[in-house]
């Protein structure tokens, strides 16, 4: 991954608002998407994964989007709750290669 | 929960010294990788281990080293403690080699001092 910063992008939403998180990704190569969510204190937890041969796929009350033309990930996550404040990452692989994370982004959820 | 465990959870070292910190892979799971997540940061891959040898390694020195045993827990070793090296240990374990389904554990805390 590139280097980054200790200061991560936070995105701060409504309770019941639609959130939308945006990854970009650097390898042309890379054909397995994976979103994942870290509390505090804990690993990373698996949301949603999507292949290169698809664009969209949908899970409960989360949506990943692939753009591959811009190597751009995106999250969306419905009527989002308290319970989804955490840190999301984005992390992409090619072929046979470990997962490559990305920055993460904070999000937090205003009650 | 994930079914990996790590432990310690917490630890505190000073510079110079040596770890190993332990991970227990969810059952049926042959193939276990250690990243290393510096405060707020993603993570980054240290090295992955597959069928008890090492199977891929990102650019982290020769003074990070692991093992693999045949029920498949892992050891990751840190020698020549640095303070950069202060980070949270993750372990994730997959059913087969880079299929990037990874099930992560909660994490070991290391503060060098």
């Keep these: 991954g590139e280097s980054v910063g200790l200061h991560l992008p936070t995105l701060s939403v409504q309770e019941g608002d639609n959130s939308i998180i945006n990854c970009a990704y650097s390898n042309s190569a890379s054909d397995y998407f994976i979103w994942y969510k870290q509390e505090s204190g804990k690993g990373p937890q698996f949301i949603i994964d999507i292949r290169s041969n698809m664009d969209k796929r949908q899970g409960q009350r989360v949506t990943v989007l692939l753009n591959k033309t811009v190597k751009h990930l995106s999250l969306q996550i419905a009527a989002t709750q308290p319970g989804d404040s955490a840190v999301y990452f984005c992390a992409d692989k090619s072929g046979n290669t470990p997962l490559v994370f990305g920055k993460g982004t904070r999000l937090s959820v205003i009650a | ?113």
């Design chain 2, 1 to 113: 929960e994930t079914g990996v465990t790590q432990s310690p959870t917490h630890l505190i070292k000073t510079r110079g010294q040596q770890v190993t910190l332990r991970c227990s892979s969810q059952s049926g799971h042959n193939t276990v990788s250690w990243y290393q997540q510096a405060l707020g940061q993603g993570p980054q891959f240290i090295f992955q281990y597959y069928r008890e040898e090492e199977n891929g390694r990102g650019n982290f020195p020769p003074r990070f080293s692991g093992l693999q045993f045949p029920n498949y827990s892992s050891e990751l070793n840190v020698n020549a403690l640095e303070l950069d090296d202060s980070a949270l240990y993750l372990c994730a374990s997959e059913r087969g080699s880079n299929t990037g389904e990874l099930f992560f554990g909660e994490g070991s805390r290391l503060t060098v001092l």
